[in-house]
């Protein structure tokens, strides 16, 4: 991609944030609510576009890291630790974590690789469930405080969005570095890239650290939101929201997750009348859309605005 | 020429590699010296492409043993072996679909630019910007830098993947099938920068090829395989005139 | 009386992959029962070319003459029907097949087994090679029979027009004159082939025909040997000194 493309990206992305934070003068709590819910799936969710967009390794325990972000969270913070720390320190926990996760990665792919990730997720909800004096069992945890300063609804959006930017420029920063070309290698041809000398093991690590710990933030900013965190938001099923957002989005694009998390959120709102046939409808959209556009809605809008005429 | 006293840069040491019963490669020797272009010949499956990737690590040997400067390399990961100046290409296209042109050839060269931190706190181009546009300018690829190398035809995507190769200024390349798909003219020019890296930047080459024509008119000794074993190992000339090779291998 | 109208014909064909045109406005036509080979820079747009014929990308201007008719648009399965077959570049077998599986999925579009099996046997008559080897996995052949086996999967559909995209590529000289006698074998038969070949000289030393295409566009066409002869074909395109743009 040229610098301008580059560039205009992380503009679209911030100017993106900057609207999320003026629109929500106009909203009620409840709309302030999606919109910071809306930064988090999107925190999330770019972190498994970095993992499975651009790395090209499929995960589905990106629900168990955002889950260990939220218990992180509500654990530590009664006891003291301040906000910021407590979400440094899921996310630490969560890299950590992802890169034990990697290994499996360097000897299988594909859809074994989605049931090696698949059984992390199991086995987070399981403890998260069962190990009632860590984490409360099904009961959970409640009374989550936000930090002070960002208790109101429109504080914490707008540190939800503070924290959405930051994740932006820095994977903005990561994915147009040396770094970022490496990751694509690997989702592109591993043994080519080997030959030239990439180091396949340690880059493909890394790419499921920084995408957990990007969920673990997510996390971290999730429970104090909420205020209430319980097991079932962290099961597979999350997971698989997450997935759905990266690729109705576009899977390796930049802005994918901003829009994938963006349907995430207002689509159950909007298809709210239907009641039990929501669920149909979202499927019955999902696929239509990647049957028309497999590189999903950032995709679809690339190729009617960037459309180009003959070769250069 | 090769003086004899040119130092061995890459030796193979009775090499064997099995896949179940079949010996694909069946007790292979030979040694490359510094500034030579080594040429190997043979039938198709007779185990040329296997005698590469053990070379190469991307395949462990079954026995025998890899020397690079005299150094034991047997079974060296591909990626260590290429900061070490080898490079390859392969007989299938290999580059990446979904990467531009440009980017293909700075991936080939950034691993080798300083460290990984240094290099994600650097430039994104890895300051290679200037050897990228070298690169392309050699291979006459300029028209298609910003080109996904996906939407290149197959003869530009095999330029390309020589391209690669080069990136990093390696000091060995074993080329697999260089000349196949290439237009004529094309693959003169092709030679001709060849031998130029050959003389004046020193570097050593083995190329697979069945283009006879591309091969008797570059390189400087020949080896040619059948069924795992070296038949024939001489000057261009004496290998296409052995009676082993033409049976085997030429017709006639 | 034999035959004199082209098999096939293009006409001033316009097509690309998505936003890229490759294909300028190419006229040519093919003769029956001849080999026509197809040369020219990387990137021309040969292999573009054929997969427009043969209704693998979208035209979007001119027409495809098959015996006259317009064929635009039409599909692959519909082309196999009116007797052609496109052996592309590279290996293309289902490599975990056996030999005569391989076979067998070349005579899909004739529906029955029944129908098929007269045409898989007489196929493994002409290479003898093949029905020693009917029962192994295609993976297990070496690069040239395993083209040898992608050309007689082609012919099971009895076609009179075969397209065929640089059969060379990766054979030992011994199997590239294998494969040539048996283009030229087929020829003798009275089908029509077409080819794209890097190894210019030796495609068109067994050729009738030859067109040289240049940026989606046909530069030149005539008889193998004018083609041959031709002293700016062969500065430019059979490996002489000028350069070429890409």
Known sequence: MSHARHAAVLGAALAALVLAGLVSFALQPYGIYLLSLWAVYTIAATGLNLTLGYAGQVSLAQAAFVGIGAYTTALLMPHGVPFGVSLMLGALGCFVLGLGLGFPALRVQGHYLAFVTLALTTLAFLVMRNETWLTGGIGGISNIRRPAGFASGRGYEFLCLGVLACVTLLAWWLLRSPWGRAFMALRENPMRAASLGVDVRAYTLLAFAIGAALGGVAGALYAPLVQYIEPSPFSLDFSLALLLMVVVGGSGLFLGPFLGALVAVLLPEWLRFLQDYYLVIYAALVIVLLALCPEGLIGLAERHLFRRKGRA | ?252 | MTDRSPVLELQSVVGGYGRMTILNGCSFAVARGAITTVIGPNGAGKSTCFKAIFGLLAVREGRILLEGQDVRGASPAALIARGVTYVPQGRNLFTELSVRENLELGGVALGSAAAMRPLVEAALDRFPILRQKARDQASTLSGGQQKLLEIARGLIAEPRLILIDEPSIGLSPLMVKEVFATLTGLRDQGVSILMVEQNARSALAISDHAIVLESGRTRLAGTAQEILNDPRVARLFLGGDAGDAA
């Open chain 2, 1 to 252: 020429m090769i003086g004899p006293d040119a130092p061995t840069v890459l030796e193979a040491r009775d090499l064997v590699r099995s896949f179940g019963a079949v010996r694909a490669v069946d007790g292979i020797s030979f040694a490359v010296r510094e500034g030579e272009i080594l040429g190997v010949i043979g039938p198709n499956g007779s185990g040329k492409s296997t005698l590469f990737n053990c070379l190469l690590g991307q395949l462990l040997p079954s026995a025998g043993q890899v020397l690079l400067d005299g150094r034991d390399v047997t079974g060296m990961r591909p990626a260590a072996l290429n900061r070490l100046g080898v490079s390859r290409t392969f007989q299938l296209l290999q580059v990446f679909p979904q990467l531009s042109v440009r980017d293909n050839l700075i991936l080939a060269g950034q691993e080798h630019v300083g460290s990984r931190i240094a290099r994600l706190f650097g430039s994104p181009d890895a300051g290679l910007g200037a050897a990228a546009d070298r690169m392309l300018g050699l291979f006459r690829l300029e028209a298609l830098a910003a080109e996904m190398a996906a939407s290149l035809s197959y003869g530009q995507q095999k330029l390309l993947d020589a391209a690669i190769a080069f990136m990093a200024g390696p000091r060995l390349v074993l080329l697999d099938e260089p000349a196949g798909g290439v237009n004529p003219t094309l693959l003169a020019g092709f030679r001709e920068r060849l031998r130029a890296m050959n003389t004046e930047a020193g570097a050593t080459f083995v190329v697979i090829e069945h283009n006879m024509e591309f091969v008797m008119s570059l390189c400087t000794r020949v080896i040619c395989i059948a069924q795992g074993k070296i038949i024939a190992n001489g000057a261009p000339a004496a290998v296409r005139a052995d009676p082993a090779v033409i049976e085997a291998y030429l017709g006639d």
